[in-house]
Every structure is written in C-alpha cells, then in structure tokens.
C-alpha cells in the first residue's frame, strides 16, 4: 500500500518532528515524513530533520509575526502540493493556520497541543496549568480548524501534576506524553480510521488480513 506523505511545520526545537520521523522510519508504519518546514531559518527543527534524513527548509514567512498573509500562505501551500503532502502535522509552530492552507488541506491538518484541550489554549499551556492548580493536565493531538487549538480532538494523554512539579518538570512529562500520542494519531490517521463527526472523533477498528 502506499505510504501517506507527511509534511511537518514547526518553527523550534523539533522534539516533537524528531518523535514523528523516527515512528515514520519504523517498519510497518504506513505514513513517511518527506517534508519538514520552517518559518524560522534558525530552527534547531531544521538541522534534526536533516540529520535524520529528511528534506528540511526554511520558508519566508512574510511580514506578519503572528500568521501567514494570503499570498505568503498560497506559497507554503505550492511547496506542499510540490512534494505531493497528504497531511500537515503542525508541531510547535508559532503561527495561526488561515484560510489558504485550511482550505487546500482541509481536515488534514493535525496539532499537538501540552495541555487538556479545551482547558489552557494558546501559548505557555503548561504553566497554564500549573498556575491553575489543576491535579491532571495532559497533551492533545486534534484536527485544526479555523480557531485557536480548536479543532476534534484525536487523542489525549493525561499527565499527573506532582505537589513538587516546577512549570518545567511538569512541562517535561507532558512532552514525554506528546512524543506517545502524536505518532499514535498520525498512524490512525494514515490507516484510515478516523471519522470525523460533528466535534467527535471515532477510531475505527483495526482491519485485519486482505
Ligand atoms: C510542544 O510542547 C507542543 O505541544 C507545542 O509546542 C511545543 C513544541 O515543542 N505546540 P517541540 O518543538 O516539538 O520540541
């Protein structure tokens, strides 16, 4: 069968990409990452990727600091469709998804997000949370819609938060928990079992032999 081809954008440290190539270099996972791209030339993401073989490249972001505008977004889209992606995996990219590339992928676009999704959107989620008082946080994988860390959600990992957690302890288990779910969630996405209905998402049962 053919394999699903992922892109991955993301604009930092790239342990989450790092996750996903290595799952997608494993034998009998049914997707490849081709494509890794960045809106920041000094991501450490970009020299991971390379050094784990994969094509990685820094985009013009445009003027904006927050998204992508029309045109600069119909560009990143071209680059896509030239390396035939099938789904985008948003990893730690610092910029809301617009209307250009929602629509070129729609419902093909994944995030990752380190907290119990629809609790702590947005950035910092993790001392978020721990400001909160919350006893359980978590990591979210979910389809991306038109708002902010909005999208059906896939799957989630809770993670326990410790009376002796920091922010950054607390942080580190979560992307521990990050690192399981994402893969996990681009494997059933590349199987062909999730359906999407209204805000649920339902995993489909594995098919076994022909
Ligand atoms: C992760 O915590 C992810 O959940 C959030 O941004 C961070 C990216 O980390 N969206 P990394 O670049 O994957 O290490």
Redesign the pocket.
Known sequence: MRKARLAIL??????????LIKAAQQENFPAEVVLVLSDNRNAP?LDKARSLGVKAIWLDPGPKCTFLIPEVEKRWVEVLREHNVDYVL?????RVIKKTLLDAFAGRIL????ALLPSFKGLD??RQAWEYGVKYSG?TVHFVDDSLDSGPIILQEPVKVEDDDTPESL?AR??EA?HRIYPEAVRLLAQGRLRIERRRVRILKEKHGG
Do not use: D
Request: no cysteine; net charge neutral; aromatic share 4%.
């Open positions: 993301a604009s930092g440290r790239g342990s989450n990409a790092v996750a993401v948003l990893a730690g990219f610092m995030n990752i997000h380190p989620a993790q990591a942080a979560i992307l990050e």
